[in-house]
């Protein structure tokens, strides 16, 4: 019983940690295949470049976001590199298939 005493609230944080990382891992996973299974042809209307600083080490981070309009005008932002973000101009087509992650260009 003293065992209990003791053990018992951690052995309830653990669990309740553990389902809180399954959680997350399974919400993770949901929006990858969620990614995945969406297919779409638009045409590149914007390009994003923001700038953020790490708080720690003040390094500067980029991000860099491509805006896609499909036929149905439904706005759809890439996250992308930078390497890929200087290939696009606007104006550009880009095709997402059902199974691959990323869109590539067209023209």
Known sequence: ???MVVFGPIIVFFLIFLSLIIGFLMLV???VLKGKASSWQGTLVDKMHKTGS???????????TLVFETADSKKIKVGTSKKVYDEYKIGDK???KSGELWPHKIS
């Open 29 to 31: 996973v949901k929006l």
């Open 94 to 96: 880009a095709i997402k």
């Open 1 to 3: 019983m003293e065992k």
């Open 54 to 64: 790490d708080m720690d080490s003040d390094e500067t981070k980029h991000y860099f």
